[in-house]
C-alpha cells in the first residue's frame, strides 16, 4: 500500500521496525528525482530526470509550460516506459533511471529572447511503497534570436529531425514520413457510408485504440464497427491491439442536411517496430457525397412543368370529345330504340 510522503511520520509509528528503517532512509524529492534542462537546439528543449535506484516516475504526470511572450510548447516526446499496474493510479506507465524529454519550442518573431519552463512531475518509492507530493521546477534558458531557429517537427513534420532531437544516430534504420508509414484514403460508398482505407507500411503498425473519426458540420458519424486488430505486447502502452496490414473501416453517416460535401477528421497514432512512435496525427478530409434519394426525387419532382388551368381544362374538352365519339360506335346503335322506347312511355305516363 503506498502512502503520500506529508502522511509518512505520523504514520510511522505503524509500520514495522523494519519498514521504519527504510522509510527513514528515504531520500529527499530533489536527490530521488534530480531535474536539468538545457536547450537541445534553437526550437527544442531536453529535460532530464535521474530518478535514483529504487524510484520511478508517472509518465501521465508530466507537464510542461512556458511562461514567456511569443514562445509555446508543442508536444513532447517521451521515451519508452514500463507498464505497472500501480496501487495509487491503477494502470500507468513509468519511468526509471535517466529519463530524457524532448519539448518543442513554437516560436514567433514577437519572443522576448528567452524562455521560462515550467515543469511538473510525480514520483514514487518502489520498496516502501511511499508516493512524493508533486515536484515542480522553474528553468529560465536564453533563446537565440528567432531568425536562427530551426522549424520543430510536428507530426506531419521531417522524421529524420525527429530522430535527431531523439538522439538517433545517423547509422541507424531511417524512419518513413508518418503519411508515407500510413495511407490513408476516404470516399464515399453511397450516399450514406463512407469508406476509410488504410494501408500500412511493412514494420509498421496502428494502434486500434487509437482511431477515431468525427463529421463536420452537415453530418454526425454513427458509432463505427472496427476491425478485430492483432493482440499485441508494446513497450508503450501495454496490451494493446494492432494494426500491421492493410485495412479498411465502414463510416455510416447520418446526414443532418442536403449540403452535398461535408469534411471527416481522421485521428491515429502508429509505431515502428524497431522503437520510434510517432505523435498522434490529426487529418481532416473534405469529400463530395452523391444526393440522397429523396432529395434526387423532389429534384425530378420540381423539373416538371407545373399543371395549368388551361391545361386541366383542355384534358377535360378532350375527354368529353371522346365519350361523345364513342356514343355512335355500332355497339351502342341497338341501344338507342331502346332507349328511345323508354322515354317515349315514361313521356306518356
Known amino acids: 500500500m503506498k502512502l503520500m510522503l506529508p502522511l509518512l511520520l505520523p504514520l510511522s509509528l505503524l509500520l514495522t521496525p523494519a519498514t521504519a528503517q527504510q522509510a527513514d532512509e528515504l531520500l529527499e524529492s530533489e536527490q530521488a528525482f534530480a531535474f536539468s534542462a538545457t536547450l537541445a537546439s534553437p526550437a527544442a528543449i531536453e529535460a532530464v530526470w535521474t530518478i535514483a535506484p529504487g524510484y520511478y516516475m508517472y509518465r501521465d504526470k ?47 518573431a514577437n519572443d522576448v529572447g528567452q524562455v521560462v519552463l515550467g515543469v511538473a512531475g510525480q514520483g514514487c518509492n518502489e520498496p516502501v511503497g511511499v508516493c512524493y507530493p508533486p515536484l515542480n521546477h522553474t528553468v529560465t534558458l536564453a533563446l537565440p534570436p528567432v531568425s536562427a531557429a530551426a522549424a520543430i517537427p510536428a507530426a506531419t513534420g521531417s522524421v529524420s529531425e525527429l530522430q535527431k532531437l531523439l538522439g538517433i544516430a545517423s547509422g541507424e534504420p531511417e524512419f518513413l514520413h508518418p503519411d508515407e508509414a500510413f495511407r490513408l484514403a476516404i470516399s464515399p460508398q453511397d450516399a450514406t ?35 478485430p ?80 388551368s388551361v391545361a386541366l381544362i383542355a384534358y377535360l374538352v378532350a375527354a368529353f370529345g371522346t365519350g361523345l365519339l364513342l356514343s355512335f360506335t355500332p355497339c351502342v346503335l341497338p341501344l338507342i330504340p331502346i332507349l328511345a322506347s323508354s322515354i317515349v312511355g315514361q313521356a306518356g305516363a
Open 62 to 108: 508530466f507537464d510542461f509550460t512556458a511562461n514567456s511572450g511569443g514562445v509555446a510548447i508543442g508536444e513532447p516526446v517521451y521515451p519508452h516506459g514500463k507498464s505497472k499496474q500501480d496501487e495509487f493510479f491503477g494502470a500507468v506507465e513509468t519511468f526509471e533511471g535517466i529519463v530524457r524529454i524532448t519539448v518543442p519550442l513554437e516560436r514567433t
Open 193 to 227: 457510408t463512407l469508406v476509410a482505407r488504410f494501408q500500412v507500411a511493412p514494420g509498421y503498425y496502428l494502434y486500434r485504440e487509437k482511431l477515431d473519426f468525427a463529421a463536420g458540420a452537415g453530418a454526425i458519424l454513427s458509432p463505427l464497427t472496427l476491425p
Open 229 to 308: 486488430g492483432q493482440p499485441k505486447h508494446d513497450e508503450y502502452f501495454g496490451e494493446v491491439l494492432i494494426y500491421p496490414e492493410d485495412f479498411n473501416i465502414h463510416l455510416p453517416l447520418m446526414r443532418v442536411d442536403n449540403t452535398g460535401q461535408i469534411t471527416i477528421i481522421a485521428r491515429y497514432q502508429g509505431c515502428a517496430e524497431q522503437g520510434l512512435c510517432y505523435p498522434p496525427v490529426e487529418k481532416p478530409f473534405t469529400l463530395s457525397l452523391p444526393a440522397l434519394v429523396a432529395d434526387a426525387q423532389a429534384a425530378a419532382t420540381a423539373g416538371s412543368p407545373p399543371t395549368t
